[in-house]
């Protein structure tokens, strides 16, 4: 697994930047589940990914989770190196939510070729407005967004993700995703199940109709 196939940018860089780079960035393998970066501890570094998933998500005082975004191959993580951006501190986590492999590119080194590269600090900047705009578009459907149209296009998100119709997943892991306590998604799902959208088991959840519950979205 190379790092210069998975940095978007790679072949924007000088000769000393793609060293640099090579030589700073640490290679780590998780397993699915993994707490990579928790919020206010230490700047973890940059995250790029060479496969597997993340998912970013944000932690309430109550201990209610909500996804923020996931990240997939070639996908670079800027909030878990939030101690870069002298304005803005982020109490974002990030957990694997496949065994992932990635690389750790630490900040200082990360932020010395923003300063030297127009490719690097442009690229930023496009990143973090893509972020911006998932944090948006997430309050945009909390706030405004019926919880069943939310609960249908994760669902469908998710069949996406694993080209499959039938999803692993516990309720308290959608409702992490959602922002939404394990009974409110039960009874939803349930809900889904008599409307023959979704047939439940245990661990499982079935896609029995695409079609409606893309109607419903």
């Known amino acids: 697994m190379e790092f210069s196939f998975y940095f978007p940018i790679w072949n924007q860089l000088d000769d000393a930047q793609k060293k640099l780079l090579q030589q700073s960035a640490v290679f780590r393998q998780v397993r699915k589940g993994t707490v990579i970066h928790n919020g206010s501890e230490n700047c973890t570094g940059l995250l790029l990914l060479g496969s597997g998933q993340l998912r970013a998500y944000i932690l309430s005082d109550e201990g209610r989770e909500i996804t923020i975004y996931r990240l997939l191959a070639h996908d670079i993580c800027l909030f878990s190196a ?13 957990e694997a939510e496949k065994d992932t492999a990635f690389w750790i590119i630490p900040a200082d080194i990360y932020k010395k070729l923003m300063l030297e590269s127009a490719a690097v600090s442009n690229y930023t900047n496009e990143v973090m407005a893509t972020r911006f705009s998932d944090v948006m578009w997430l309050m945009e459907q909390v706030l405004w967004k019926s919880f069943d149209k939310r609960l249908a296009e994760f669902l469908l998100e998710e069949s996406n993700l694993e080209g499959s119709l039938v999803l692993k997943t516990t309720h308290e892991a959608i409702g992490n995703h959602l922002g939404n306590p394990r009974e409110v998604v039960t009874r939803m799902l349930r809900y889904f199940q008599s409307e023959g959208m979704v047939r439940l088991a245990r661990g499982t959840i079935e896609i029995t109709d695409k079609g409606k519950l893309e109607s419903l979205v």
């Open 82 to 94: 939030s101690c870069m951006m002298n304005s803005i501190q982020f109490e974002i986590s990030v």
